[in-house]
């Protein structure tokens, strides 16, 4: 310990006095050593001389009344410190706050969009898919790596400023929670997993090599371009898939469950039912029948059996603004149906010359088209998009919608027929609608109602509406 | 002799040594030490609590050894403080001898 150490080691213990009374002790100190060399003495020697900084501090300090003990010793609460500390938690706070909640939604963002990369890229072949998928993962275990380093620093500022404030307002005491404020850290988490460090280099290496070989051939893969996702190159394909292998029969239940599909149902003379397939995208459809019940399912195989095509289903899908994805349901004329349920998210449907017993449509956003129909019992749901009817026959028939209008011409039906119509908004217009209860319900919107037969009775109308014009002959 | 008995008369007799010669710090501190052991480290504070209370003054003298000191010498107020402390110290020293029955005092 040299003079200077000495002095600046006893001015820091001594740090409760003021500066006055400190700088008196030290002087005390300072003479004893400027007088040294007078008395034939060396620096060390009055050092081995005078006791420990500490101790002086300790004895100087009882003199003033003062309890050294650092644990226990009172702290003088600086004002001008705090304030300063008050201002600098509310200018912190301002940027801190939108960045806490920023940070999480960019994790999550990032995570939508490694997931949105595979359902662009499932358009593309398996090949390049696959590289996609690969590069991707690749950088996103680097991002992870990086996200870590970021959390760390920011703990690490966070752990400082927090330890800051509790030394300018409770005093430089308390090394012990100090301590257990320091010891916590992200990286020492993650080290506490026992990943061998060999395997975290390799990872991070492997990593940056894979980016950069996918980077490269993501260059020379044609089908990458993002411009071949575009509906310009989309070629379209013509499937016909012939149905011969069903016993088609009178008791027959013809159901199809679709998302994306436009339905078209006609008959044919044939005696065989025909599907057809228009596509640009194979989301395939997958066709089972149930023999104990003698029901035909056509529906949606998108959950497609190849593992790699369900990993890109995980993302939205967008076939809705890409693809084509018709089907046409041709069945011979001769055979009614039981039941035929036509069942999409959207696609429009249309059905020409149904016969059969029960007819139900449901979909959510697209038009329906029924002509020249024949049914018992039919029940039309649809949340937006138009519906029409024309020239058909049926004994009850419930229309339900939420918008979009409803256009009947034409119907007729045995006595004690009902008609139901529930609708929010959107026009009605009932031309030629020979059915003997009617029952409208609706919000907004017109209702039209007129038949050419002025002498068809009904046994009862119900108009229930709010507001737009009715007008009836 | 225990340290807060010392502690209890090191005014008084810093006081008093400085009232038959001026002195500086060190000095004080080598002839208390001289007759009763001492930390330097506790002297120095009564020092600068008697200048405080003005019943010392500081000077500097220059010195034939070095450079000038810091002297302390008594003021008319330590003085007077001396002559209190002397007897309080008196009738303190008696009563306590009278209570603990010492034969080699009367």
Redesign the interface.
Known sequence: MSKNQFISELNKELNLLNKEERNEIISFYEDRFQNATFEGKTEQDILNELESPKDIARNVLNEYGINSNAETRKHRIDLLSVFGLIWFDILVSSWLIPVAITVPLALAGSWFSYIGVFTVFKFLNFFPALVALVGMTAGYIIYLFIILIALEIGLKVTQKVVVWHITVFTGDTQRSLKNKIDSFSFVRLFKKLNIPKKIISITIVASLVVIFVTSIAAFYIEDFSFASIGSNNISTYDVETTVTDYEVSDMLELVTEFENMEITYITTSDDKLTLTHVYNYDNGYKVTHNQANNTLTISDSSHSSNWYENIFNWGFNFNAIDTVQKLTIAVPSSIELEKLSLSNVYGNTSVTNFKGEDLIIDTVSSNVELNDSIWNHSSIDVVSGDIYLANSNGESLSIDSISGNVNLENITSPDNSNLSIDLISGDITLSNVYMKNVQVDTISGNIDYFNDDTDYVLNSLEIDKISGSISKS | MSTQLKKGVLELCVLNMLDNQDS???DIYQEVNAKMII????I??????LVKEDLCTTYLKE?T???P??YFRTTELGNKKLEVLKKNWVEFYQTVNSMIGSESNE
């Open positions: 500086y710090g060190y930390s330097e480290s506790t120095y504070p009564i020092l600068r609590k010195s050894e070095g450079p000191r810091k």
